[in-house]
């Protein structure tokens, strides 16, 4: 199944334009993100020790992250001696080939897929249906934005943009159904063709939440039991996972799994957890294979740099998309990356280059939402700042060269600002020169500030300054 032409990040202000004028949109984001909030704060509130849970967590990923070569050696070692086979992708190309090549080693024709973002990330579903395979979403929001063509517009609730009437059309559309608008129509219709598709499956692919080093064990959340079908009805599975998903110790999972479902979904528990350490024995049901594919694509470039290294600690809980007033306001679709929201403006010119998502990180009040909910504490209105920065001076994201974002006109803008902010005289005697320029009119030739003016009234100087009022007052 092929996407519908989706909005990309290089045309990010255009696509703002788009959603924002979108009523349907913007009624069903409000109404997600309002309920995901409320739960989330419901959910921590009975928790007393939140904050030092976030806390160990963020201790966790930083440890981690800082000897990540240490415990993938450590995890892949105990997952191979489990009986699992591991493969390195260095990038989503290598990542795909790699799965289509167990496929076809598996002869596997019909594939079912439980939701993860790193396939998303990799574009997994294209390169499986170019090489002839049938890959078929098993998450009920996955599988509507299949049906659509479309991509994810959350991390975790991928048709979030959709409301239930648009559902049952697509419904009627795409499954011929008679059309019903009772939720219960639709999810057993989905629930009976999906069944037909796991007991057709030869492979299933997952993602991973977390990898546990000393185990070699993975786990799966969910909570509507199709991960765990997917894992354990075809005779084959592959997994798909981020190298920095793993953490060191098995009891570490505890601290993760009492931050993550009341993060996202105000859940105590997501419904399901699924622990696979190795395939199951021959007497036992479940896949004969297992394998784990660890993908790189561009994360051990992060890992250099200690601000920019925390955009890893992600957890994909989405919490920072239910509470940024941007996302509420546009959706993931309007970011034109997998990866939506405030993680989204700092992950994806880090991981798929800064040239197409320049306009990324200034999509950003800086207001610190995303910073007080991310159950790791990571500090993205920081990253922002330093994607910003580098973006104005062309400094390298993510291991590539960045493009210059700043014009002659603006830097000459903050070295006139810097000269005048320098001494009382200087300062004094650049507000009389602006409020010449303002009365002849000269300020809205500055493209900065016409672009400003186009959504907002630029302020207009006073006709006297505060410094030239206190003096007039005899103080
Ligand atoms: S950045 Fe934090 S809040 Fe946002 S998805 Fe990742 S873990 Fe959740």
């Not at 001696?81 to 799965?99: F, I, N, Y």
């Not at 592959?238 to 998903?245: Q, R, S, T, W, Y």
């Not at 190795?278 to 051990?300: W, Y």
Request: a positive charge.
């Amino acid at each position: 199944m092929t996407h519908a032409a989706q909005p990309t990040s290089a045309t990010f202000p255009a696509n703002v334009e788009a959603a924002l004028g979108d009523a349907t949109l913007r009624g069903a984001l409000a109404r997600a993100t309002d309920l995901f909030g409320e739960r989330r704060t419901a959910a921590i509130g009975a928790v007393p020790e939140w904050e030092a849970l976030r806390e160990q967590a963020r201790a966790v990923k930083e440890h981690t992250l800082a000897r990540l070569d240490f415990y993938l050696e450590q995890f892949v070692e105990r997952v191979e001696s489990s009986g699992m086979r591991v493969h390195w992708a260095r990038d989503a190309k290598e990542a795909c080939a790699l799965v289509a090549e167990i496929a076809r080693a598996a002869g596997a024709k019909r594939l079912v897929k439980s939701k993860s973002m790193t396939t998303e990330e990799i574009g997994l579903n294209a390169a499986l249906e170019r090489d002839g395979c049938e890959p078929v979403e098993t998450d009920l929001g996955e599988w509507i934005i299949q049906l659509a063509g479309e991509t994810p517009s959350h991390i975790i609730v991928p048709a979030i943009h959709k409301t239930k009437a648009q559902i049952a059309e697509l419904f009627v559309d795409k499954l011929h159904i008679e059309k019903s608008d009772d939720v219960e129509v639709l999810t057993a219709t989905a629930r009976r063709i999906l069944r037909e598709h796991f007991a057709a499956a030869d492979l299933g692919i997952s993602g991973v939440n977390f990898g546990v080093a000393e185990t070699g064990t993975i786990l799966i959340l969910e909570n509507e039991g199709n991960a765990r079908l997917t894992t354990s009805l075809p005779r084959a599975h592959v997994a798909v996972m981020g190298i920095e998903k793993v953490i060191p110790r098995f009891a570490d999972l505890e601290v993760f799994l009492r931050l993550l479902p009341r993060s996202g979904t105000g859940q105590h528990l997501t419904s399901y957890q699924s622990l696979l350490t190795g395939p199951e024995p021959a007497e036992r049901e479940g896949p004969r294979e297992l394998h784990l594919v660890l993908l790189d694509n561009g994360r051990s470039e992060l890992l250099q740099e200690r601000v920019m290294r925390q955009t890893l600690a992600c957890i994909r809980c989405g919490a920072c998309l239910n509470a940024c007033p941007v996302y509420r306001a546009i959706g993931g679709h309007a970011y034109g990356s997998v990866y939506p929201g405030p993680i989204g403006a700092i992950l994806t010119p880090q991981l798929f280059g800064a040239e197409k998502a320049q306009h990324l990180p200034f999509a950003s009040s800086l207001c610190g939402a995303c910073r007080d909910v991310c159950p790791v504490k990571i500090d993205i209105p920081n990253v922002l700042l330093e994607l910003r920065a580098r973006l104005q001076t062309g400094a390298p994201i993510g291991g590539r060269t960045s493009p210059k974002k700043s014009g002659a006109f603006e830097r000459l803008g903050w070295k006139v600002w810097a000269w005048s902010c320098a001494g009382p005289r200087r300062f004094a005697l650049a507000s009389r020169l602006g409020r010449v320029a303002a009365s002849l009119g000269l300020l809205r030739f500055a493209p900065q500030l016409r672009a400003w003016g186009q959504t907002r009234a630029v302020p207009e100087l006073a006709r006297r300054s505060f410094r030239e009022q206190w003096k007039a007052d005899g103080r």
